[in-house]
């Protein structure tokens, strides 16, 4: 950790990993660290499910697959849709209340961390295709 001085204050200098842009996720810019070998989805689920509370209520679900042959992706999807125990609890609850999905977006090319980074947008329905008639910001 180094020290910087600018004016009469003394700072610290850390390493500040670019913060994502919704547009540059939507668009797909990716940063050189984003790139890989892997794809990320986005799943759009056609009711929310959750408490009466908006910030307790969940619609999208963000995964992915080690992998860029959409083969690998459709078995993850199939497993998604038949509320398999390999795929995520929250999908499974999803299955378990009848409640269908479809895919709100796919990114190839990218790495376990842009799926990091998705996650942490906390505003899915930014980027997600199917929500595209909800005003962006």
């Known amino acids: 950790m180094s020290r910087k001085t600018v004016g009469p204050q003394t700072h610290f200098a850390f390493f500040t990993p670019p913060i994502p842009t919704v547009e540059r996720v939507r668009k797909g810019t990716l ?65 378990e209340q009848g409640i269908g999905f479809s895919v709100g977006h796919v990114w190839t090319g990218v790495s376990a961390q842009f799926e990091r980074v998705v996650k942490n947008l906390h505003k899915n329905w930014t980027v997600c295709e199917c929500c595209e008639d909800i005003p962006f910001f």
């Open 31 to 95: 940063l050189p660290e984003w790139e890989g070998s892997c794809t990320v989805y986005l799943l759009h689920f056609h009711a929310p499910i959750g408490s009466e509370h908006t910030r307790g209520k969940a619609q999208h679900y963000v995964g992915m697959v080690d992998s860029t042959d959409p083969d690998v992706l459709q078995k993850r999807l199939y497993c998604h849709r038949k509320g398999y125990a390999n795929g995520a609890k929250i999908t499974r609850a999803f299955f």
